[in-house]
């Protein structure tokens, strides 16, 4: 069975750092492009950073361009987002996702999703 789960998600102040990790089974994360996104209440689901399989290609949204770092350890089937200095309007539901495609940072073209974890920076 294809599945991604997220972790690390949790309540920070303005100005911390979180860890999230999406771990795959049932498939080698190795051969899909992965990516990170967010959605906060009342708003849709927007793209926070995508990595293709080597690495080499990496983009991120204007927001947090700076503050987060997207990896992926493909020995451990495993992807990453670091976030560092983190702001109130950064608290959303954070969903890691692959797809085949390769250097599309787009929604519409990831197939696979995990259930999300809540980050919430707030004082």
Known sequence: ???????????????????????????????????????????????????????????????????FTISRDNANNMGYLQMNSLKPEDTAVYYCAATFRQRVCDEEVFGFWGQGTQVTVSS
């Open 1 to 67: 069975q294809l599945q991604l789960v997220e972790s690390g998600g949790g309540l920070v102040q303005p100005g911390g750092s979180l860890r999230l990790s999406c771990a795959a089974s049932g498939f080698p994360l190795e051969n899909y492009q992965i990516g990170w996104f967010r959605q906060a209440p009342g708003k849709e689901r927007e793209v926070v950073s995508c990595m293709s399989i080597t690495g080499a290609y990496t983009d991120y949204a204007d927001s947090v361009r700076g503050r």
